[in-house]
């Protein structure tokens, strides 16, 4: 069983950055694929990056790449996603979640935090 609780969200101007951090809870961590989805007002909830268990490879929706960094730290229970040259379009609600491995599918997710508001001002 995992716990997660994300903290880092706010509000920024576009073109600024923000560091989302993801802490964990539980035993299983070290042994989840961890990954980080978005929900606009109206939108459903899409996949953002994602994580193996190692932290060897990672995994983007193609409007972030290049833009945001996912990483983990096992001996901190945490993973991170450092997201900079914010654009408007990235106003969401950000949550993490694991899982067995690095999937784009939220279904494959079985645990999920309670999320965290990012606003990106024009």
């Known amino acids: 069983h995992v716990q997660l609780v994300e903290s880092g969200g706010g509000l920024v101007q576009a073109g600024g950055s923000l560091r989302l951090s993801c802490a964990a809870s539980?035993?299983?961590?070290?042994?989840?694929?961890m990954g980080w989805f978005r929900q606009a007002p109206g939108k459903e909830r899409e996949f953002v990056a994602s994580?193996?268990?190692?932290?060897?490879?990672?995994y983007y929706e193609d409007s972030v790449k290049g833009r945001f960094t996912i990483s983990r730290d096992n001996d901190k229970n945490a993973v991170y996603l450092q997201m900079n040259n914010l654009k408007p379009e990235d106003t969401a609600v950000y949550t993490c979640?694991?899982?067995?491995?690095?999937?784009?599918?939220?279904?494959?997710?079985?645990?999920w935090g309670q999320g965290t508001q990012v606003t990106v001002s024009s």
């Open positions: 979640a694991a899982a067995s491995w690095p999937s784009r599918n939220l279904k494959s997710y079985d645990y």
């Open positions: 539980g035993r299983t961590f070290s042994s989840s694929a």
């Open positions: 994580i193996n268990l190692t932290g060897s490879r990672t």
